[in-house]
T-cell receptor
Framework: KNQVEQSPQSLIILEGKNCTLQCNYTVSPFSNLRWYKQDTGRGPVSLTIMTFSENTKSNGRYTATLDADTKQSSLHITASQLSDSASYICVVSVGANNLFFGTGTRLTVIP | DTEVTQTPKHLVMGMTNKKSLKCEQHMGHRAMYWYKQKAKKPPELMFVYSYEKLSINESVPSRFSPECPNSSLLNLHLHALQPEDSALYLC????????????FGEGSWLTVV
């Protein structure tokens, strides 16, 4: 069964601290893995996209890793800011249009 | 700012009303999508259009009727909705081949009363 599981479900960190979000998937055949940031009541915004052959990809303070052997991905946020408070969604795709969404991690950054 | 524009941002409609949600993109994408998202849940795929043809319909009730008039526009016609249809409706677009980023609009908040 194709599934994407994320942990933790929610996370509270102090401003300036780092954090790591986890994503485990059983989707097959794997096409690519994306991380999205979604502010409450707004559409998801793409952070990174990685294919099978990519182990790591960075976008500013966001760094995503992918281990295709263990089917795990992580999103590391460095020097968190209040504006990082959002839901972070891991999305794994099969082919062009078939996406499997994780349930997301709700991150709250407090001053 | 997203390059996928959705209107209206908020819509309140009665169960006997007919309304439409609209989506527009000018990135030359040939795949467009409708998703439904309930609070604290991930988006659920409703429809996919590829090259203006409906390619995926995830068993969505007929009270939701999609339309793709051209490569830049995607509509979702609503009729005889139920209160449980209240949700955030997200439009998205991408190149019609694997591995491309899917761009989401800001969404249309729909409340059915």
């Amino acid at each position: 069964k194709n599934q994407v599981e994320q942990s933790p479900q929610s996370l509270i960190i102090l401003e300036g601290k780092n954090c790591t979000l986890q994503c485990n998937y059983t989707v097959s055949p794997f096409s690519n893995l994306r991380w999205y940031k979604q502010d409450t009541g707004r559409g998801p915004v793409s952070l990174t996209i990685m294919t099978f052959s990519e182990n790591t990809k960075s976008n500013g303070r966001y760094t995503a890793t992918l281990d295709a052997d263990t089917k795990q991905s992580s999103l590391h946020i460095t020097a968190s800011q209040l504006s990082d408070s959002a839901s972070y969604i891991c999305v794994v795709s099969v082919g062009a249009n078939n996406l499997f969404f994780g349930t997301g991690t709700r991150l709250t950054v407090i001053p | 700012d997203t390059e996928v524009t959705q209107t209206p941002k908020h819509l309140v409609m009665g169960m006997t009303n007919k309304k439409s949600l609209k989506c527009e993109q000018h990135m030359g994408h040939r795949a467009m999508y409708w998703y439904k998202q309930k609070a604290k849940k991930p988006p659920e795929l409703m429809f996919v259009y590829s090259y203006e043809k409906l390619s995926i319909n995830e068993s969505v009730p007929s009270r939701f009727s999609p339309e793709c008039p051209n490569s830049s526009l995607l509509n979702l016609h609503l009729h005889a909705l139920q209160p449980e249809d209240s949700a955030l409706y997200l439009c998205a677009s991408s190149q019609a081949r694997p591995g491309n980023t899917i761009y989401f609009g800001e969404g249309s908040w729909l409340t059915v009363v």
